[in-house]
């Protein structure tokens, strides 16, 4: 049996553009994508803090350095510039080696988007 376990997370990271005409996604900074061991095309759940919105997408690697959280998309109708949103990703495991993960936890500055 395999159990879809927490991998990563991006907590509390400020939402710096929502770009409606665009197919799909999460632009995410290529710098908070490390730290998070989030890869590009991976499917993550955007939670948003201000209205509790919830929906899941998939990651596009945003330009190092410049912390751009944006909504691309259908996903652009759930948030607004400056709110703030947790990005999770998961992973599937076996019980036993879900037992040892330990998930990583980022927590940017939630003004700027930078690694602390």
Known sequence: MLLNIL???LHRVRVTEANLN????????ED???AAHLLENERVQVLNVN???RLETYVIKGERGSGI????G????KAVVDDE???IAYALMTPEEAKKYEP???YPDSKSNKLK
């Open 51 to 53: 209205n509790g919105e």
């Open 104 to 106: 990583v936890l980022v």
């Open 85 to 87: 949103v947790i990005v």
């Open 7 to 9: 991998k990563s997370k």
């Open 22 to 29: 665009y197919v799909g996604s999460i632009t995410i900074d």
């Open 69 to 72: 959280i944006c909504l691309n």
């Open 32 to 34: 908070l994508m490390e």
């Open 74 to 77: 259908p996903a652009a109708r």
